[in-house]
């Protein structure tokens, strides 16, 4: 996870959303992840996935809190951490 703090570290204060696994992390800024959303196809599960990534995206402080999402095998989880004061 030292890859993911990483990239929080560098982008405090920038809205996006940082991609990651096991062993990467890429940002991708406010325009870039509406970019990546866009290129989706229109499957019901990936409108569900689209809608939540959006709305967090949009929702959030980022100057005190980050925004991932993790990619673990199959799976894909919409994360929101929160840095400690």
């Not at 890429?26 to 959303?37: K, R, S």
């Not at 995206?57 to 929101?80: K, T």
Request: contains cysteine; hydrophobic residues 35%.
């Amino acid at each position: 996870m030292r890859h993911l703090i990483e990239s929080f570290q560098s982008h405090i204060g920038e809205r996006g959303c940082h991609f990651y696994d096991s062993e990467n992390c890429n940002f991708l800024g406010w325009t870039e992840v509406f970019q990546f959303v866009d290129l989706f196809p229109n499957l019901e599960s990936t409108d569900e996935f689209a809608d939540k990534l959006t709305e967090s995206l949009a929702n959030y402080n980022p100057d005190d809190q980050f925004l991932a999402v993790q990619q673990n095998g199959d799976s894909i989880s919409v994360e929101l951490y929160s840095q400690l004061q």
